[in-house]
């Protein structure tokens, strides 16, 4: 085998290892009771997972719905103008979850959303799982509790994996150009 075809496959390689790199993402997954009773106090998780590389730092952002109040956190947290921010670095970076419980207002009586986000240094994306805050009924006309689960999608990666499919099958179509051409 030449050099000049050591060199492609290593490049190759290269373009799979940063292909395997892209599909360890960071995730952060919010989790909420199913339904909520005006006045009572609500526990929220944010469950966070690192795959592959962990960055240096992440910058955790929740919008909280007018009229709640935050009661409590775990770690720490950073409020202002309807929103709580988290700043993880160092050994904070890993395999966690910050909770923070939230007081329902008196008057809760619609749905009400809470979105959030993450940010590192590189990239950053839209807090996934749970989140609508929705009214408990007094009445239950049926015993079907499971009938208004709302299960979040699996994360999708199917772009990642045909981009990576692109690149090797590139790759190997360059390599069989230059092994033909030396022949």
């Known amino acids: 085998m030449s050099r000049h075809t ?13 292909f395997v790199s892209a599909l360890a ?12 009773k005006a006045g009572d106090t609500i526990q929220v998780k944010l469950n966070m997972k690192f ?3 962990t960055p240096s730092g992440i910058i955790i952002t929740e919008f909280i719905p007018e009229g709640w109040e935050i009661t409590s956190a775990l770690p720490a947290f950073t409020e202002f103008e309807g929103k709580i921010s988290w700043l993880l670095y160092g050994e904070d970076v890993k395999n966690s979850s910050i ?3 939230l007081k329902v207002p008196e008057n809760f009586s619609k749905p009400e959303l809470i979105q959030g986000s ?8 839209l807090i996934s799982g749970d989140g609508i805050l929705i009214p408990k009924q007094e009445t239950t006309t049926n015993g079907d509790k499971d009938k208004d689960k709302n299960e979040p999608p699996p994360a999708d990666n199917t772009l990642y994996i ?20 030396k022949k």
């Open 162 to 181: 045909i981009a990576g499919i692109v690149i090797i099958v590139l790759a190997i179509i360059i390599a069989v150009v230059v092994i033909k051409k």
């Open 99 to 101: 909770i923070y419980e």
């Open 118 to 125: 993450w940010e590192t240094l590189n990239t950053s994306e």
């Open 6 to 18: 050591c060199l492609i496959f290593l490049i190759a390689f290269l373009m799979l290892l940063s």
């Open 51 to 53: 795959t592959g590389e």
């Open 25 to 36: 993402p960071i995730t952060v997954e919010r989790q909420l009771p199913e339904t909520v």
